[in-house]
Structure formats: C-alpha cells, structure tokens
C-alpha cells in the first residue's frame, strides 16, 4: 500500500487547527487570562427563532410515520432548491432550481468539486487566499498558479492575461482579506475566464454581509457568467450555520465543457458520493428564506457589521492601515511596527489577550498582516478594541 504523497506536500496542521492549539497551550499557562478570541471566523449568536421553530417541526416530522422522511433526494428537496433560487431572483441573479445542490456546506464542496476536473488543469489562486483553495489542490498532486493581492490593488487582483488557467478561485467578499470586487472588477474576469475557457470558482459566503447596492452578490450578476463560473454559497455566515452545516452550489446548466454538461457531472459525483443533508436541516434552512426569517437573520447580520464598525473605528483612531470591514464581516490590517504576522499574533496573545488570525496563514503575501474577525459578541469586541487601543498608546 503506498500512501498519497502529495499529503507530505502540506503545512502539518490546517491554519486554525494550529491556532487552535496555541491559544490551548497559553491558556494552560495562563489561566486566568481573558482571551478574545476574533480569529476563526465562528459566529457568535444563536440561529434565528424562525429556524428553530421550522427545526422542531421538522424534528416531529421525523417522529410521525405519515410524515417521516428517510433518504432524501442527493441533490436537496425541491422546497429549499426552489427558495433558494427565488432568494437570488430578488437580486437580479436568474437560476433554475436544478441549477442549485444542497450541501453540508460551502467549504466541502469547494474541495469536492474538483472530482469533475482533470488533474492537468491550471490552477489559478489568489494570494493570499481561504487555505482550502489551495490545501485540496495540493492534496490532488496539482501545481498552482499564484495571482499578486496586495496593498497595491487594494488585495483585488485583476486578471493578467499572460497567465494561462483552466481553474479560477475567486471570493468576494474576500476571505480573508474582506475587500470586495465592483461589478466592473468582475466582468474583467468573466471575460478572461471566457477567453481563456477557464471555470470560475465563485466563493459568495459572505454576500449577505454587501450593503452598498452598486457591489454584486452574485457572479451571475455579471454578463457571461453563467457560461464559466460555478458559485458557492452557504448559510454558515448568513445565518449562523457553521454548527448545523448547509451549503449550495450552483452549477448552471449553460456550463458546457469538451460538450459535456458541469451540471451533469456534478449530479452524477453527488448522487454517487453523497446522500445529501438531513432533511431537519433542510427544513431548518428553508426558514432562512421566509420573510420573517429573513428579517431575523438580517438583525443578526447588522449586529456583525455594527462589531466591525467598531473594529475598523478603531483602527482609523490609530492610524491604522486596513482593509474590509464595511461590506464584509472581515477585518484586514496591517501589523503593527513591521511585525511578521506571528509576531503580531503572539503579541497580542501575549500583550492583549487578543485572538486573531496570521495573514501569513494564508500565504506569502499575507506577511505581515492580520485579520480579524466580527463575528464575536459585542461586549469582548469593545473590550478587545479598548484592550488594542492602550496597546498602542504604551507602545
Ligand atoms: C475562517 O475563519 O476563515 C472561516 O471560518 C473558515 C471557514 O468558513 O471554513
């Protein structure tokens, strides 16, 4: 038996597993240190009164044998496909509901996906980027490509049209930079990706959190796109779904490769590989999309904007440099007095007790830079902000 190698190949933990295991180690050193923790982008308050009701009904459902549901269709059940694709409609992005797969989450099926695609594809990648892009490539043996974000472009970078790909991660609102693509920026990469005959990856996790009407939410806002790009969405960020677990790709059916269907392809890799997400949670997720659920979940969203209100306020106090913060849950910021970013990370572990997450975590141009996250309650985010504050008038 010979293992695959191209394991060896990378970092020996995953970023917030190591993180995880420092914070550990301090606390057991230091226990009676307050930690805030504003790294891993976990949300903080309790799924919407909406979600739960639609849970227990959906937990009786289970115990009734007229309304019991055993397995159910791998792709999802059409009720939360058709929500789903009506919650797009109310923003301009037109889908088929046999456009939308139900998932356990976004971050899985960016990795599943690469099932469908062959191994010599040229791989294009943000950098810095979300560690899953790149981990699961590298775990497959495939070389990647880097494309440049830095303070220059804003951590938006353009295509350059000397560098050939077949695949194309893109995500905005960024993870982990929290900067934001205007429709113009993308329609630049749906036109090279056509050019090109590249597929777009689109991660939209953090779309619920754009408020500036001229940004797009969706890539299929933009012309073409439903003629390259795959979109991934989830509920983790939007409704507080990183412990109940869903998630929706849309493969759209005009997506035809070498004359084959995406769609198709991807049907096929679920419905073997994949006996879709238990329909408690389904039913819980249809709840998102209803009127008062909406309302609900929007209230939990503005109490994480006003937490990276708070943070990004901060930071303009200080003369700060960052970026992120306004249409996105994100906070990226440069480290303070030229610190490397775990330089920076011990240092405010240390000195402030105050979690965040390396830049350098998620890749060379991530060097010294930092980000943080709004998803903490308000209470520790003011807390932490007064902490960072006599931080630096110390300094
Ligand atoms: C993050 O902190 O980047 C996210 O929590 C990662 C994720 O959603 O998997």
């Excluded at 289970?62 to 055993?70: L, N, P, W, Y």
């Excluded at 965040?356 to 309650?377: D, I, K, M, S, V």
Aim: net charge negative; charged share 25%; glycine share 8%.
């Amino acid at each position: 038996m010979k293992i695959n190698s191209n394991y060896l190949n990378l970092e020996e933990s995953y970023l917030f597993s190591t993180i995880a295991r420092k914070i550990e180690e301090y606390q057991k050193e230091n226990k009676d240190a307050k930690i805030i923790r504003l790294g891993i982008g976990d949300v903080t308050l309790p799924l919407a009164e909406e979600v739960i009701k639609s849970l227990h009904k959906a937990v009786d459902d289970m115990a009734d044998k007229s309304t019991f549901k055993g397995y159910g269709p791998e792709q999802g059940y059409g009720f939360l496909r058709d929500a789903v694709r009506d919650y797009y409609g109310s923003y301009g992005a037109k889908l088929e509901s046999t456009e939308i797969f139900i998932s356990d989450g976004a971050k899985s099926d960016l990795a599943n996906i690469l099932d469908i695609f062959h191994i010599d594809n040229r791989v294009l990648v943000p950098n810095p980027v979300y560690p899953v892009y790149l981990d699961t490539n590298i775990m497959l043996g495939r070389n990647v490509t880097f494309i440049d974000a830095n303070m220059e472009n804003g951590f938006l970078p353009l295509p350059d049209e000397s560098i050939p790909a077949d695949i194309i991660y893109l995500c905005s609102p960024n993870n982990p930079t929290g900067a934001v693509y205007t429709r113009e920026a993308l329609q630049k990469w749906v036109n090279y990706a056509l050019k090109c005959n590249a597929v777009i990856l689109f991660d939209s996790a953090y779309e619920s959190y754009i408020v500036d009407k001229d940004l797009p939410r969706s890539i299929y806002e933009i012309e073409g796109a439903k003629s390259c790009a795959i979109e991934f969405n989830s509920l983790s960020k939007t409704a507080g779904f990183t412990g109940t677990r869903l998630g929706y790709t849309i493969v759209p059916h005009s997506l035809v490769f070498e004359g084959v269907s995406l769609n198709k392809l991807w049907l096929r890799r679920q419905t073997t590989k994949f006996n879709g997400v238990p329909y408690v949670i389904q039913k819980a997720a249809e709840a998102v999309f209803t009127e008062e659920g909406q309302r609900e979940i929007r209230a939990n969203i503005e109490y994480y904007r006003e937490n990276a209100r708070i943070i990004a306020e901060t930071l303009d106090s200080l003369g700060v440099w960052y970026t992120g913060g306004k249409n996105s849950p994100y906070i990226w910021l440069k480290a303070f007095d030229g610190m490397t970013s775990w330089e920076f990370f011990d240092y405010l572990l240390r000195e402030a007790n105050i979690v965040g997450t390396p830049g350098a975590g998620f890749g060379a141009n991530g060097e010294g830079f930092f980000r943080l996250t709004a998803f903490g309650n308000r209470e520790n985010t003011i807390e932490a902000m007064e902490r960072l504050k006599r931080l630096r008038n110390r300094a």
